[in-house]
């Protein structure tokens, strides 16, 4: 069986972001291919949203949606999965490889984007920028105590892409800077002064701990209840990964006990999280709606990534940003 016309190819687009700063990208995409059809509900799809429409699209460009084997099952004429960013937990990788679709993302194009969120929480939490923002425009004038980040201890788990590029921003802050990662990276922690060490260390010195790893079967709920009581007393915990590395029923119990100074979060177990939650309502808690990667550089470098994947999969060729190749590829 021949391989489709570009033109006759249909694509299924999820991220809202993908056409909001590059709309000539994204005109072009929608000239090359027979279909594009974008999801406006402003939210990642579910299951049960993606099982009934996937069947007839040819490529999927994807956000956090859940794409799961039985999605997978019944997406007969897919292609391809082109995730827009870096993390494929959301994907079954397993039941895409059997499929024989290939699933690629993009590496690197938000790590900036990303780090530079982390510094803005960062400094949020410690100086109390959010309440003092909220208190004076509802006519108060607080006296509020923050800390500064000079001389303090900033740990970072997974000095990844988005983790150095953290690095490289917090040194100027004048803190030390430890990390926790499997890999080691010798040149550039002597560039930028980071001590390696182990979770547990790291952990009990940290004034801020930022967290920069995939989800995975070992880092599942890695911040619970046992590593919540290892942290430094007063400590800032600050999460721009997956809100899956979090136990957050430990973290509000941690909050409320003193525990922590605060946390902020740009990743939830649910997205968007429950109204109401008892997490939520701690004035200790900034939470953002996992915006990291929403900014005009880094929406502009995935949708290009995504597009150039999806397109050469299309066409038959290889893509260049693989993380599952198809042990058959549909023709």
């Given amino acids: 069986m021949a391989m489709k016309n570009l033109k006759d190819c249909k694509v299924l687009v999820t991220p809202t972001s993908f056409a909001k700063y590059n709309k000539n990208l994204a005109k072009d995409f929608e000239k090359l291919v027979g279909s594009v059809q974008y999801n406006t509900t402003g939210k990642p799809l579910k299951e049960s949203d993606l099982i009934h429409i996937i069947g007839e699209f040819d490529a999927m460009v994807a956000g956090l949606d859940e794409i799961t084997a039985k999605v997978i099952d019944n997406a007969k004429n897919l292609k391809v999965i082109a995730r827009y960013g870096t993390g494929v937990d959301k994907v079954d990788l397993d039941a895409a490889k059997k499929a024989g679709i290939y699933v690629t993302n993009t590496p690197g194009a938000n790590s900036v984007s990303v780090a530079e969120l982390t510094i803005g929480l960062a400094l949020a939490a410690s ?31 997974g000095l990844g892409s988005i983790g150095k590029e953290v690095a490289a921003r917090i040194s100027s802050f004048n803190v030390k800077i430890l990390a926790y990662d499997i890999y080691f990276d010798r040149d550039f922690a002597s560039k930028y002064g980071v001590e390696y060490t182990d979770l547990e260390t790291l952990l009990s010195l940290s004034d801020i701990v930022s967290l920069h790893i995939p989800v995975l079967p070992e880092t599942k709920l890695m911040i619970n209840s046992k590593t919540l009581s290892k942290m430094k007393k007063g400590a800032i915990l600050i999460n721009t990964s997956r809100g899956e590395l979090v136990d957050e029923k430990a973290l509000y119990k941690s909050l409320v006990s003193g525990r922590l100074k605060a946390a902020a ?11 109401g939650s008892n997490l939520l309502s701690l004035p200790q808690i900034i939470a953002t709606p996992h915006m990291g990667a929403a ?11 995504s597009i150039m994947d999806c397109v050469a999969i299309l066409k038959g060729e290889k893509p260049g940003h693989i993380v599952v190749e198809p042990l058959e590829k549909k023709d």
């Fill in 127 to 157: 100086r109390n920028i959010i309440s003092g923002n909220n208190e004076t425009k509802s006519g108060g004038w607080p006296r509020l105590s923050g800390i500064t980040l000079c001389n303090k201890t900033f740990g970072i788990i």
């Fill in 265 to 275: 979060l740009d990743a939830f177990m649910q997205e968007p999280p429950q109204a």
């Fill in 295 to 305: 900014t005009d550089n880094a929406s502009d470098e995935m949708t290009k990534i």
